[in-house]
Every structure is written in C-alpha cells, then in structure tokens.
C-alpha cells in the first residue's frame, strides 16, 4: 500500500520540494501534509503550489515549552495518518516523547558525514578542522541528537578554496539526491545504507 509522507521544514525546503517532485508514478510513497515552525517559511509556498496540504505552528509564543509546541504539531501531523516522517531542514529539537511517536518512521538529512558534527555549523566544523571531505547523512530520528541508525551519506570533497557557503552549496547538491534516494528504499522497506559519492 502506498505509504503516507509528512514532512518538516523550517525554511526554504529545497530538500522538501526534492521529496515530494521524487513521489510520483510507481513511487512506493506520496506527500500527503508539510508543515513548519515558521508560518512565513518559503518553503510552505512551494508545498502548496505542488498541491501539497501545508500548515504552521509558530513555536514562538510557547516560549521555550517544547512539550506544549510538539503537541500542537502532533494535532497536525496526526489529523495527516503519516506513516512516515520527514525532516527536512527542520530546525526545532525534538524531545523523545514527540521522537516515540514516530518510532522507526522519521527520517531527518543532517549536512556532515556522522557521526561527525552533530548539531550546528556543520560546515564551518569541517572546514576549522581541516578535513578533505565532507557530506550529509539520512538518518533515522532517535532521541538523542543527530544520533540515529544512519540509512545514507553522500560525500563531497572539500576544496582549498572553500568557505561555508561553497562548502554547503556543494553538500547540498547531494543532499537533494541522497533523501530521495533513501526514502524510496525505506519506503519499500529497506533500511540498509545507500552510500553515494
Ligand atoms: C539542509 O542543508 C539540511 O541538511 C539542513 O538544513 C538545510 C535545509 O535546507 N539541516 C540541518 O541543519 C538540520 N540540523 P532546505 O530548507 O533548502 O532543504
């Protein structure tokens, strides 16, 4: 049965737009809900203009409240009967009970080779550090942070004349090949790791 994809975006969803183009024809899945923190996120547009459901839960006024946020969020995502969820550039950390919901269904891309920098600045690490190469990791979300059975990586070499920006553009051309690469075999039910690059 064709699987249910929500999925989570903070800002322009460039990964999103990568998702949901990739579900058509005998495509095991189909976007059926993205959702986002910010109601102003570019990629919430985009999203509706490929017919995608959309909605926003500012996490803002709830101050700091992760619990209160994520419950607001689970309303949406619930009402959707996703069977799988994707991150997507999505910028909230996630507490565990909200994690367990989706136990073994959520997917996040994170932009470094994990188990290298968790976190943020990924590429900045990368590059303070002096390491030749760099990539992006598909991973399944666990409660801890950027820590979870990793389904898929794609690697870039990183150049001497690189900064952040360059650096980022060039993982990011990955990126947008890598999730949808893995979401299809993890649709279909296949959780052995894709290496690409
Ligand atoms: C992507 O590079 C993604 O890997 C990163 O945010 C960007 C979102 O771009 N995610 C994280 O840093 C998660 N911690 P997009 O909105 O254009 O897909």
């Known amino acids: ?34 959702g986002s923190n910010d109601a102003n996120a570019a990629g919430l547009k985009k999203a509706a203009e490929m017919g995608v459901d959309t909605f926003a839960v500012d996490h803002r006024p709830f101050k700091g409240d992760r619990e209160a946020f ?11 009967k996703p ?19 989706w136990d073994g269904r959520m997917l996040n891309i994170h932009p470094s080779l994990l188990p290298k920098y968790k976190g943020l600045h990924t590429h900045a690490r990368a590059l303070e550090a002096g390491d030749t190469e760099a990539g992006c990791t598909v991973h399944l979300v666990t409660p801890a942070l950027d820590d979870g059975p990793i389904l898929g990586q ?18 990011l051309v990955q990126e947008h090949k890598l999730y949808p690469a893995v979401l299809e075999r993890f649709a279909r039910g296949d959780t052995s790791p894709l290496y690409l690059g």
């Open 154 to 171: 794609a690697r870039v070499p990183i150049l001497p004349e690189d900064d952040a920006d360059t650096l980022a553009a060039r993982v």
């Open 1 to 34: 049965m064709t699987k249910r994809v929500a999925i989570l975006i903070s800002g322009g969803g460039s990964n999103m737009v990568k998702l949901v183009e990739s579900m058509v024809g005998d495509h095991p899945a189909r976007a059926v809900l993205v």
């Open 83 to 101: 069977d799988i969820v994707c991150l997507a550039g999505f910028m909230r950390v996630l507490t565990e009970s909200f994690v367990r919901e």
């Open 70 to 80: 994520q419950a607001e969020l689970l309303k949406h995502l619930k009402a959707a």
